[in-house]
């Protein structure tokens, strides 16, 4: 099985901001990597797959990249509704999730 | 429009057993391979199954292999899992997602699974 770990696993940043979470394997997942974003209540969504590339409808300010085993989402301009958990999910073997980052409002 | 509705979560004793269904809709279900994803309690996320768009090819987490059942009737665009043994660990809200290569890009909204005595 292939591990996640993300970092942090609290983010704190203001509005306007920008944020780095980070991801890494346990081994490589070559670039089979997607990012999805969970808010309170609610199913999580697919921002970006193939490590960086945005799914339909995701905002440019979402960017995700890296290879191998470590990968970095990138929000450039953090707006209100962005302020989430977010989990990252290798499907180079059998699909495994990070145990996810909080990003609140600093 | 193109969304997944679950159902059949609720309260249920431990080694009792549970059927969970997903409705499919706005696209063509029969195309697709299907998954059930699981999140316990204040936790992340946990793949559990996945079915090949003509149910021939059947793939299970090791925690739930011999427990759950996955199936499909493409004819009424309908995911099942069939949950028996159930366990206080299986606790979870699931969902049922599109798999689209490795990865998930439809999700429902989940149903609650709670095993409790």
């Known amino acids: 099985e292939i591990v996640m770990t993300q970092s942090p696993a609290t983010l704190s940043v203001s509005p306007g901001e920008r944020a780095t979470l980070s991801c890494r394997a346990s081994q490589s997942v070559n670039s089979n990597l997607a990012w999805y974003q969970q808010k309170p209540g609610q199913a999580p969504r697919l921002l970006i797959y193939?490590?960086?590339t945005r799914a339909t409808g995701i905002p440019a300010r979402f960017s995700g990249s890296g290879s191998g085993t470590e990968f970095t989402l990138t929000i450039s301009s953090l707006q209100s509704e962005d302020f989430a958990f977010y989990y990252c999910q290798q499907y180079n073997n059998w699909p495994s999730f990070g145990q996810g980052t909080k990003l609140e409002i600093k | 429009q193109v969304q997944l509705v679950e159902s059949g979560g609720g309260l249920v004793k431990p080694g009792g057993s549970l059927r969970l269904s997903c409705a499919a809709s706005g696209f063509t279900f029969s195309d697709y391979y299907m998954s059930w994803i699981r999140q316990a309690p204040g936790k992340g996320l946990e793949w559990v199954s996945y079915i090949s768009s003509s149910g021939s090819t059947i793939y299970y987490a090791d925690s739930v292999k011999g427990r759950f059942t996955i199936s499909r009737d493409n004819a009424k665009n309908s995911l099942y899992l069939q949950m028996n043994s159930l366990r206080a660990e299986d606790t979870a809200v699931y969902y049922c997602?599109?798999?689209?290569?490795?990865?998930?890009?439809?999700w429902g909204r989940g149903t609650l699974v709670t095993v409790s005595s």
């Open positions: 997602a599109r798999w689209e290569g490795g990865y998930f890009d439809l």
């Open positions: 193939g490590a960086s």
